[in-house]
């Protein structure tokens, strides 16, 4: 059972930067996405990052330029690191892991295995 725990959210002013991270265990297949999620407050969950086995990576409109998302293999964690913050950034954040057939990385469904969300919180 894959499981992903998530660290790094908080409370930053408009244009500050956080680095969120997501460290999995027990993933058994070698070809995956990983991805971040958002959802804020009355709005439905949206794709923000991923980032695929072989160092691909997709990113929202929203947030090109601004966040970038990697990973170290050896610590079997991806992060997201999130520059030039605005307020309509506020979010739970998710990381997700991908089943191990999935060939879209940006759509939730392609999502088996999420993380229990971190908050992020941009002030004006």
């Known amino acids: 059972q894959v499981q992903l725990v998530e660290s790094g959210g908080g409370l930053v002013q408009a244009g500050g930067s956080l680095r969120l991270s997501c460290a999995a265990s027990g993933r058994t297949f070698s070809r995956y996405f990983d991805g971040w999620f958002r959802q804020a407050p009355g709005k439905e969950r949206e794709f923000v990052a991923a980032i695929s086995w072989s160092g691909g990576t997709w990113y929202a409109d929203a947030v090109k330029g601004r966040f970038t998302i990697s990973r170290d293999n050896a610590k079997n964690t991806v992060y997201l690191q999130m520059n030039r913050l605005n307020p309509e950034d506020t979010a739970v954040y998710y990381c997700?892991?991908?089943?191990?057939?999935?060939?879209?990385?940006?759509?939730?469904?392609?999502?088996?295995?999420w993380g229990q969300g971190t908050q992020v919180t941009v002030s004006s």
């Open positions: 997700a892991t991908s089943r191990r057939d999935a060939i879209i990385p940006v759509t939730s469904t392609s999502y088996a295995y």
